[in-house]
């Protein structure tokens, strides 16, 4: 069956489906479609949180303030990369589930970080990107 034989046959069907269960349709579609904006928007949050310590531990590494010795505090910084792009791909296959990754994408999900948080100044996106290609 080709495309247009595929949407002319579903099209048929919708105009067929009584109200009432078209009625049913849309509220499931509405109901998705909240908890998937929910679900983005706890993503986006646990990423920032997770880029908001990663600042704190490098800020503090700067500053000589770090309570922890150097082999510790790399190893939670790498722990804290994988963790964030660990999300960062639950985000991309919640959100952009129907596109193919791509360095266009990548600089999507780093806007909606970005446009959301404060931390555009610590991590710039070729650290962000390099993390992601080494995950």
Do not use: C, G, H
């Not at 531990?57 to 910084?77: G, K, P, R, V």
């Not at 919640?94 to 959301?116: A, G, R």
């Amino acid at each position: 069956m080709t495309m247009k034989e595929f949407s002319k046959e579903v099209s048929q069907l919708w105009k067929n489906t009584p109200e009432s269960k078209k009625d049913e349709y849309k509220r499931k579609y509405e109901i998705n479609r909240e908890i998937s904006k929910n679900s983005k928007s706890m993503l986006i949050q646990e990423i920032i949180d997770l880029f908001n310590r990663l600042s704190q531990l490098l800020i503090a590494i700067i500053n000589d303030s770090s309570e922890m010795s150097y082999y510790e505090n790399i190893s939670t910084i790498l722990n804290l990369k994988i963790r964030i792009m660990i999300k960062v791909e639950e985000y991309i296959d919640n959100v952009f589930q129907f596109e193919e990754k791509s360095t266009e994408l990548l600089l999507k999900v780093y806007y909606d970080i970005y446009e959301k948080s404060f931390i555009n100044n610590l991590i710039l996106f070729n650290d962000f990107m390099e993390w992601y290609l080494k995950l």
